[in-house]
C-alpha cells in the first residue's frame, strides 16, 4: 500500500480545494445568468410566467439538492445522453443556485418605496429605465448581504457532488481516508478547508448587513 505523508494529503486536498471553488463559481456565475431573465419576468407581473416561477422556485428549493444532483447525472441518462459528473454537477448547482437569487432579487426589488416606481413614471421613465437607472442601483445594495450569505451555502452545497462521483474537497478526503486509514486527520483537514472558505465570507455578509442598516438609519 502507497504511503502517503501529512505533505502528500494536504496538496491531494488543496488540489481537490480547486474543483470545489470552480464548481461554487460556476454555480453562482451561471445562477446569476439563469436569474437575471427569470427576475425580469417576474417583475412584469404576467399572470401564467408568475405561475410557472412560483413553480420552478418551489420545485428547486423544495427537493433536496442531492436529489437534483441524482437526477441531473442519472436521469438525462435515460435519454441516452452521457453527462460528465462535472456537468452533472455544474447544472444542477445553477438552477439550485438561480431559485435562491430570483428570491433574493425579487424580495430587494420589493423593498423598495413604490413611490420610487411613481416619481420614475411621473417623469416620463419607461419601465426599463426606471429598473435600470432608479431600482437596479439600490435593490442591487439590499441584495448584497444575502447574496454573500447564500454563497456560504452553495460552497458547503458542493460537497454533495461527490454522491455523483466528481472530485471535490469532500470526495478527495474519502479516497484519501480509503489509502490512509487517517480519518480524523484527513478530515480534520477538510473541514478545515470549508472553514476556510466559509467563514471570510460569512463574517463580509455579516459586516455588509450591519453597514447598510446603519447607513438607512442616517
Given at each position: 500500500m502507497a504511503?502517503?505523508?501529512?505533505?502528500?494529503?494536504?496538496?491531494?486536498?488543496?488540489?481537490?480545494?480547486?474543483?470545489?471553488?470552480?464548481?461554487?463559481?460556476?454555480?453562482?456565475?451561471?445562477?446569476?445568468?439563469?436569474?437575471?431573465?427569470?427576475?425580469?419576468?417576474?417583475?412584469?407581473?404576467?399572470?401564467?410566467?408568475?405561475?410557472?416561477?412560483?413553480?420552478?422556485?418551489?420545485?428547486?428549493?423544495?427537493?433536496?439538492?442531492?436529489?437534483?444532483?441524482?437526477?441531473?447525472?442519472?436521469?438525462?441518462?435515460?435519454?441516452?445522453?452521457?453527462?460528465?459528473?462535472?456537468?452533472?454537477?455544474?447544472?444542477?448547482?445553477?438552477?439550485?443556485?438561480s431559485a435562491f437569487l430570483l428570491d433574493i432579487g425579487y424580495g430587494s426589488v420589493r423593498a423598495l418605496p413604490k413611490g420610487q416606481w411613481e416619481a420614475a413614471r411621473c417623469l416620463g421613465l419607461s419601465f426599463g429605465q426606471t429598473l435600470y437607472r432608479v431600482v437596479a442601483p439600490q435593490a442591487l445594495r439590499i441584495a448584497i448581504a444575502p447574496t454573500v450569505g447564500f454563497a456560504v451555502q452553495?460552497?458547503?452545497?458542493?460537497?454533495?457532488?461527490?454522491?455523483?462521483?466528481?472530485?471535490?474537497?469532500?470526495?478527495?478526503?474519502?479516497i484519501l481516508n480509503n489509502v490512509t486509514l487517517q480519518p480524523f486527520k484527513v478530515f480534520g483537514l477538510v473541514a478545515l478547508g470549508y472553514f476556510l472558505l466559509c467563514y471570510p465570507l460569512s463574517r463580509y455578509s455579516q459586516y455588509l448587513e450591519r453597514k447598510f442598516n446603519a447607513a438607512d438609519h442616517h
Open positions: 504511503t502517503f505523508t501529512d505533505w502528500d494529503i494536504v496538496r491531494n486536498l488543496l488540489l481537490a480545494l480547486r474543483w470545489t471553488v470552480l464548481l461554487s463559481l460556476t454555480a453562482f456565475c451561471g445562477g446569476t445568468l439563469v436569474t437575471l431573465p427569470l427576475l425580469l419576468v417576474r417583475l412584469s407581473r404576467r399572470r401564467w410566467p408568475q405561475r410557472l416561477l412560483r413553480a420552478y422556485i418551489e420545485l428547486f428549493q423544495g427537493t433536496p439538492l442531492l436529489m437534483q444532483l441524482f437526477l441531473a447525472f442519472f436521469g438525462v441518462a435515460l435519454f441516452g445522453i452521457d453527462v460528465s459528473p462535472w456537468t452533472a454537477a455544474s447544472l444542477a448547482l445553477t438552477l439550485y443556485t452553495v460552497i458547503k452545497g458542493t460537497a454533495l457532488a461527490s454522491i455523483i462521483g466528481f472530485v471535490e474537497l469532500t470526495k478527495a478526503g474519502t
